[in-house]
Each structure stands twice: as structure tokens, then as C-alpha cells.
């Protein structure tokens, strides 16, 4: 999937000149100069349950038709992935998988909103924005397939590995971007980060030192309302999970996370603030996974059916769809043309996953220390023994 072009727009400052600059807009939402650090107290919305757009606003202008369009496709596909994925796990081809369906809008909005030198820190959930990067599908599913490694090369595409250590990755976020600031390069670096993860202490200590030194970091919180079985009431008592960057002097949004317009209209400014030297920016999406945790989750257990079906009528994909069929953006022949390029997608994902993978258990030990330490000369010989009797085993 080819890099979209999407518009940069002005980053968000809290200088009072920018303030005065941004206040004498034209805008039917005049951006509200006491709220500094705070979220609007709604999440920002440009498009409404049912894809009909609300008035524009100019705090946060809406991209261009072509990036709704790439958008549009980008999410059909990565829902397409993800249901296949899903299957995957239940032909015993994957061991385990966390759908992000329903969470398009946020995946896909995200990787729009970047540059291709930029980086992604994603979390387990991810697999969908990476696949929207245009990383292997395969490649992206090799760690979920049991493998020990991440499936692809993390420099080479600017994607660090998925992370299952929750807020981990808000840290390594921090350094990164600190360090190409440092080095006079213009890079953000954007990590994914879900509501249950934002009570964890790295979190917290990720976006502080990011504040404290302007690291160019857009900390992107995907609110789908539970942490496994826990749900976001039990979480937090913040009113958003944007107000938590206020205290750390970073400058906050929240945003309605099944409205792909608004999403990425957001997540383009933050990103362009961060760019600009203004520090990390933090946006909060309201958005709800319809599946379970992972495969391996029953979600009936702590939610109720009328929940996810009050979900199902924000679905972000048919809202899109419904707005972009309005404008004329979208046909019916174009639409078509989308689904079966997801097909296609999805068919190429099957045969390549139900080939047997060929992994060599002993190449486990080869990255571990640059010099393996006596233990690990130990443990790699149990192995390569363990490996040969059954072998003979095998043969016999
Ligand atoms: C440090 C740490 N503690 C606990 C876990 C176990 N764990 C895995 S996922 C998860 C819930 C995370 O929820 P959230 O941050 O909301 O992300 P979501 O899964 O909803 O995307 C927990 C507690 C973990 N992986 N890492
Ligand atoms: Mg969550």
C-alpha cells in the first residue's frame, strides 16, 4: 500500500502569540484559548454515528478527499486481515491473536497521519496499522505464530517490535525521538498505548521525560474501554485519559475513535506539533474492540451482547463508506473494487500462512549475548540433543 499524501497542517502551541493566531480563525468551533493544556471537553467529531459531517472546524481541518480514499481502502483491508487472522488461530496456524476490529479508524488514521521516516512503537493489538504500513502480513504474524522474533527488520522499517509488556514501549518512544531530535533529524516517533496501560508507572515516565525534553512523541491512546476483563471505570477516575499529560506539561486531545475523518484529522496535528519542536502531544480515541481480548478470551463473561451491538452501529468503516458515497469520492464500482482487493489480500495471507514455516529452535540462542554466557552454552546443547534423539526417534 503505497505512501498517501496527507496535508500537514499547523501544530498545536500553547504560546499565547499562537493562542491570538489561532483564535482570530474563522472557524464555526473557535478553539478555546483557556483550555491550554486541557481536551475539548468532547471528543472531537467531524462526521456523525451515522457518516454525515458535522461543521467544520478549523482547529482541526479535514484531509484531503484522496487521503479519505486511501483511508477508506487501507481499513477494508485491515479488517479484512484481521478476520483472517482470527480464523488463523483457529486452524491452529496462529497462537494467538488480539483483533483490533472495530478499531480501524484508529490503526489505519494512525500510519496515514505518519511519514514513512517515522517511527511506530505498537503494542500487541497492532498488527492491523502494521499490515497498513505496508510490512508482510506474514512477517507481522510471525512472533503471534510462536516464533522468538519479531517477524521483521525493526530499522529498516522504522516499526519497533509489537509489544506485550504493557507501556514499555511509551519509554523506548521517548529515547528514540530524543535521539533524533539530538541529532538535528526531524523524525516523530508515535506509540500506540491502550487505557488499561496508562496506569502502568512506564507510561507516566515516558511522557515526563519526553515533556521535560521536547522529544517529538505522539503518545496515542487507543481507549477501547476495557484491559482484558477490566473495564475503564475500574481503571481510572480521570473524566479522559488525555487529561493525564497535564500535569507532565503536554498538551492533550480527545477524539471520537470510530470517526476515521476526525481521527485522522487529529492525529495529523498532533503529529505536526511534535514535529515542530513543541514536545510530545497526547490524544486520547474513544473507540470499543468488538472481539475478544485475544482468541483465547471469553468476553461474554464481563459484557453484555447490547454493548457490543450499540458499538456495531458506530461501525467506523460503513461510516466512512456512507460520508465519502456522499461527496462522490466513492462508487459503488470502486467499493467493489476495494473488497476484492481485500479478498485478495486476505486469500494470499491463507496460502502463505498454511505453508509449514521452517524455524531452527537453535537459532534461539544466537542473539542473546555477544558472547553466550556458560548457562546458555549449556541450555543450547541440552537442546541440540533433545532435537537429535527425537529425530532418531523419528527415523526408527
Ligand atoms: C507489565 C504487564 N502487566 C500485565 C500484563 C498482562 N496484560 C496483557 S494485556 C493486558 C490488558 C491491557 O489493556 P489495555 O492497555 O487497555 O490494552 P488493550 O488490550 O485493550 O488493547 C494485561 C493486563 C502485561 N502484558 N504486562
Ligand atoms: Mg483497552
Known amino acids: 500500500m ?80 484481521d478476520v483472517q487472522a482470527t480464523a488463523l488461530t483457529k486452524q491452529g496456524r496462529l497462537a494467538v491473536y488480539p483483533s483490533s476490529r472495530g478499531q480501524e479508524a484508529c490503526q489505519v488514521g494512525a500510519m496515514l497521519a505518519l511519514r514513512d521516516t517515522d517511527w511506530v512503537f505498537p503494542t500487541y493489538r497492532e498488527s492491523m496499522a502494521l499490515v497498513s504500513r505496508g510490512l508482510d502480513p506474514v512477517e507481522v504474524l510471525t512472533l503471534l505464530r510462536g516464533d522468538w522474533h519479531c517477524g521483521y527488520d525493526p530499522a529498516a522499517r522504522r516499526t519497533a517490535p509489537q509489544c506485550t509488556p504493557l507501556a514499555t514501549q511509551c519509554v523506548h518512544a521517548a529515547g528514540l525521538a530524543y535521539g533524533e531530535a ?39 491512546v487507543q481507549n477501547n474501554r476495557y484491559a482484558i476483563s477490566v473495564p475503564l471505570s475500574r481503571q481510572t477516575a480521570a473524566p479522559s485519559l488525555a487529561y493525564k499529560g497535564v500535569g507532565y506539561g503536554v498538551a492533550g486531545e480527545q477524539v471520537d475513535g470510530n470517526d476515521p475523518v476526525a ?11 511534535a514535529r515542530a519542536g513543541n514536545g510530545p502531544f497526547l490524544v486520547e480515541a474513544h473507540t470499543y474492540r468488538m472481539e475478544p481480548h485475544t482468541n483465547a478470551d471469553d468476553a461474554t463473561r464481563y459484557r453484555d451482547g447490547a454493548e457490543v451491538d450499540a458499538w456495531r452501529d458506530r461501525d467506523p468503516i460503513a461510516r466512512l463508506e456512507t460520508y465519502l458515497r456522499e461527496r462522490g469520492v466513492l462508487d459503488g464500482t470502486a467499493v467493489a473494487a476495494v473488497a476484492a482487493e481485500a479478498e485478495e489480500y486476505a486469500a494470499d495471507l491463507r496460502a ?7 524455524v531452527d529452535p537453535l537459532s534461539l540462542f544466537d542473539h542473546v549475548y555477544a558472547e553466550p554466557t556458560p548457562q546458555l552454552v549449556e541450555q543450547r546443547e541440552q537442546v541440540r540433543a533433545e532435537l537429535a534423539a527425537a529425530e532418531q526417534e523419528g527415523d526408527a
Not at 516517533?189 to 515516558?206: K, N, P, R, V, W
Not at 481521527?263 to 506539533?273: G, K, P, S
Request: glycine letters at 6%; a positive charge; hydrophobic letters at 40%.
Open 263 to 273: 481521527v485522522l484529522a487529529v492525529l495529523t496535528r498532533a503529529v505536526a506539533h
Open 2 to 81: 503505497g505512501p498517501p499524501h496527507v496535508q500537514e497542517v499547523p501544530a498545536v502551541t500553547t504560546t499565547p502569540q499562537a493562542v491570538r493566531r489561532a483564535s482570530t480563525r474563522r472557524s464555526t468551533t473557535p478553539p478555546d484559548p483557556a483550555r491550554g493544556l486541557l481536551p475539548a471537553a468532547e471528543p472531537v467529531r467531524l462526521l456523525d454515528p451515522a457518516g454525515t459531517p458535522l461543521p467544520a472546524r478549523a482547529d482541526y481541518p479535514e484531509p484531503p478527499a484522496e487521503a479519505l480514499a486511501e483511508l477508506y481502502r487501507r481499513m477494508v483491508i485491515g479488517r479484512r486481515f
Open 352 to 358: 502463505r500462512m498454511n505453508a509449514q514455516p521452517t
Open 182 to 220: 539530538y541529532q538535528g533529524r526531524d523524525t516523530v516517533a508515535l506509540a500506540f498505548i491502550g487505557d488499561g496501560a496508562t496506569s502502568e508507572g512506564d507510561f507516566h515516565e515516558g511522557i515526563n521525560f519526553a515533556a521535560v525534553f521536547k522529544a517529538p512523541v505522539v503518545y496515542f
